[in-house]
């Protein structure tokens, strides 16, 4: 069974091709960072018109040799994202499907996040925790089967993905500010700044990045001129800082729900010094760490394809549009 996958919500144009029996068999991303970086984040409009440009060369290289009669679903990412930008990926799905004459599954962005760490494993084990951590969402999800999701945790401000971003442009680094703060931060000394860790001790899972951010704000300000040195130590100190958090929060829920595996997924799961942190509870906790490759941490469209062939129940032969900025993961 062949599922082929669509990923326009946000700023990476991707189509990706998943056989139940081979895996992943083609994928093509193309990233519009180059596009918006000089606006210091993403433009709904000019992400959405470089869809239009992008998406059929996108298909057609993923699809590589594959004959697209092979085809047995159409997933793509219906939420949530920027509107415009779903709109694109949703058309081209639906007029793909209709010429295929195969049915369309239309899945949810942030479930697909959770799944991709299973794309190269056998098969997924529930349960388990995730932490689901990106541009727009900071989540500790106790996950016990598919659709059954329950958010344990979550940001009561900013994502802990915007606030790396923030905290990048506050000290002079370009976006996305995630691999910024990272590579800058390997010269830095993590414990320069003392920055605070929000919502450490609170009995609940909920994070705050906020208060962390206002800090690095703070610290500019007082320092005036930040060289390159002063650069890398606030990158290190903030990074340090957001993961411990993270890894405390994440620890606590898998403390107290007796959960033996964990997942962590979306774009800051790239980040090495978090997977770094997480694979210590492996041996601490004895819990299984589950982390997707650095490719599949950002949005892509594997993701999409493998969960659309996880939901092979759901497809429909209806064009109706299901696109939706906001979804929440398990309504
Ligand atoms: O999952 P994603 O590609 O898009 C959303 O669905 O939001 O995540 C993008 C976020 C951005 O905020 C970016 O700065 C962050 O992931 N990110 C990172 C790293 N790579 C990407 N944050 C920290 N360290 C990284 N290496
Ligand atoms: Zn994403």
Known sequence: MITLGIETSCDETAVAIFDSDKGLIGESVFSQIDLHSEYGGVIPELASRDHCKKIIQIYKHALGAIDPGEIDYVAYTAGPGLLGALLIGENFAQGLALSLNKPLIPVNHLEAHLMAPFLDEEKVEFPFLTLLVSGGHSLIIDVKGLNQYEILGQSRDDAVGEAFDKVAKLIGLGYPGGPEIERVAQSGDPMAFNFPQPMLHSSDYDFSFSGLKTAVLYAVQ???????????????????????????????????????????????????????????LKSKLNVDVLYPPLSHCTDNAAMIAYLGSMKVNEATFSLASHAKPRWPLGS
């Open 222 to 280: 007082d320092i005036g001129e930040i060289n390159s040195q002063t650069q890398a130590d606030i990158a290190a100190s903030f990074q340090h800082a957001a993961t411990e958090v993270l890894i405390k929060k994440i620890t606590k829920a898998l403390e107290d729900t007796g959960r033996e595996s964990i997942v962590l997924a979306g774009g800051v799961a790239a980040n090495k010094l978090l997977r770094n942190k997480i694979s210590l």
